[in-house]
């Protein structure tokens, strides 16, 4: 039985499944309800008989990155509630990664922090020429620790190294340069794009399509095991530091921070 989700929608046509964020007045930030219902709604895909998932958003954001009201909260919770926060966050970056179908991201514009995760772990991401990019947790005093191992192993060390540890707002162009972006198309022929490629992949064997995915997953799981397992002790300890809290009290204040070090 399908679901009804606050923060999604959720459909389903012709073998293909379509998840849209759906909190456009909020830029589709990831709240903690809106976790739980990507977690929710990724479940629901792979057990429907869709053959593939597409990803977008409402609006004019694809996701902004972490919900400011949520954002408000981390500074007040126990190393335990950072731990689970952590643990839940790499758990829907790991469920979209190895998802058993292919997937496909439609980014209709800005895809920051954990939307730029969200945006390029699908495999194949499509983006509109003003979409954004970014890595940006080090300008809060945040650690990009669950994604660092994705990018890596997308786009290798030394690229990883610049994009993380400046915390720059990167265009579609540059992503597709780098090869976080598969294709650039113009904001009015998006959704059709994704879903000429979503038939484009119904043509092949939908068993070989779930073996190949779960091969190519096999060949990661075992390191990712192990870097997802520090990260999100990485994760959890940054917030607990005077720069964080400094960090996302200058980011709500609008002002530029006063690093503690």
């Known amino acids: 039985m399908n679901r009804l989700f606050n923060t999604l929608q959720y459909s389903e046509a012709d073998r293909i499944a379509i998840i849209t964020l759906n909190r456009p007045d909020k830029r589709n930030a990831i709240s903690y309800e ?6 929710a709604g990724l479940q629901q895909a792979a057990q429907s008989p869709a053959h593939i998932l597409i990803l977008t958003g409402a609006g004019k954001a694809f996701c902004s990155g972490m919900d400011l009201e949520n954002l408000k909260q981390l500074t007040g919770r126990t190393h335990e509630q950072n731990i689970q926060d952590s643990e839940t966050m790499a758990r829907l970056f790991r469920t979209l990664y190895d998802f058993p179908k292919p997937t496909i991201a439609a980014v209709n514009g800005a895809a920051i922090a954990g ?3 969200l945006a390029t772990l699908c495999d194949f991401t499509l983006a509109v020429p003003e979409a954004k990019f970014g890595y940006t947790e080090v300008r809060i005093g945040f650690v990009p620790a669950i994604v660092s191992s994705f990018l890596i192993a997308n786009i290798g060390e030394k690229r990883a ?3 993380l540890l400046t915390g720059r707002i990167f265009d579609a162009q540059e992503a597709h340069n780098l090869g ?3 294709e650039i198309v113009a904001p009015d022929q998006l959704m059709d794009r994704a879903q000429q490629l979503a038939r484009q992949l119904l043509e092949n064997s939908p068993a070989s399509l779930r073996a190949t995915k779960s091969l190519l997953s096999s060949y990661t799981r075992e390191r990712l095991d192990q870097q997802v397992q520090q990260a999100v002790k990485e994760n959890a300890a940054i917030r607990l530091t005077a720069d964080f809290q400094e960090g996302v009290t200058s980011f709500l204040e609008k002002r530029k921070p006063a690093w503690k070090g």
């Open 34 to 39: 809106l976790i739980d219902d990507l977690l």
């Open 115 to 117: 939307g730029t995760g």
């Open 161 to 163: 190294r610049e994009l």
């Open 180 to 182: 976080l972006v598969n």
